[in-house]
């Protein structure tokens, strides 16, 4: 069975600054997505980034960009310039290509200060 | 960007009555849709996924039975919590697949239920 960890429950860093969060997964699987999630206070989910396992090249949106290291199983998100609105649960997740099921971190608490 | 929608938002019910939860693709047809749970603080748990026409596929521990599943039309699914207890007590949110992309899937706001 697939999982994924997430070693930081809260996490925090100031305006303008750049901040990177963990995550690890466990699968024997070859072709799978990953992404990152962001959870605001409204607690509507939004997809942050993704990243396709036979991609090498690390998905990059914006001020958010992942560093994917298949071999080792990370999936670490770095967010540039980081801003008050990125203030928010993050959840890193997994997929297994041809099924449909999310499977998630269990979260990590990120804190903006001005 | 695709929407999904949930009704109600937030619902207070009594122990042993049943509550509705409604999920809807507002521009979009899902054929697929998936309910999580969330408790306080924690992670979302997959309880089923929502088939249109066809019965709901339960993760195991996840009590059918107890949290009935219906998804009638392209555009909306149901949760019925039946016989509702304090422990039933969570945040439930629902998701709809893309029909273009087959792996994203598009958030609902998610539903607040209390059981006293």
């Known amino acids: 069975a697939q999982t994924v960890t997430q070693s930081q429950p809260e996490m925090s860093v100031q305006e303008a600054e750049t901040v990177t969060l963990s995550c690890t997964y466990d699968?024997?699987?070859?072709?799978?997505?990953l992404f990152w999630y962001k959870q605001p206070p409204s607690r509507q989910m939004i997809l942050v980034i993704r990243q396709e396992a036979y991609k090498q090249q690390n998905a990059t949106e914006n001020r958010f960009s992942v560093n994917f290291q298949k071999a080792a199983k990370s999936f670490s998100l770095k967010i540039s310039d980081s801003q008050l609105g990125d203030t928010a649960m993050y959840f890193c997740a997994f997929m297994k290509v041809d099924t449909d099921k999310l499977i998630f971190g269990t979260g990590t608490r990120l804190q903006v200060f001005p | 960007g695709a929407v999904v929608s949930q009704h109600p938002s937030w619902v207070i019910c009594k122990s042993g009555t049943s509550v509705k939860i409604e999920c809807r693709s507002l521009d979009f047809q899902a054929t697929t849709m998936f309910w999580y749970r969330q408790f306080p603080k924690q992670s979302l748990m997959l309880m089923a996924t929502s088939n249109e026409g066809s019965k709901a596929t339960y993760e195991q521990g996840v009590e059918k039975d107890k949290f009935l599943i219906n998804h009638a039309s392209l555009t909306l699914s149901t949760l019925t919590v039946t016989s509702a207890h304090p422990e039933d007590s969570s945040f439930y949110i629902c998701?709809?697949?893309?029909?273009?992309?087959?792996?994203?899937?598009?958030f609902g706001p998610g539903t607040r239920l209390t059981v006293t």
């Open positions: 998701s709809a697949r893309d029909p273009v992309s087959s792996y994203e899937q598009y």
């Open positions: 699968t024997s699987e070859n072709n799978y997505y």
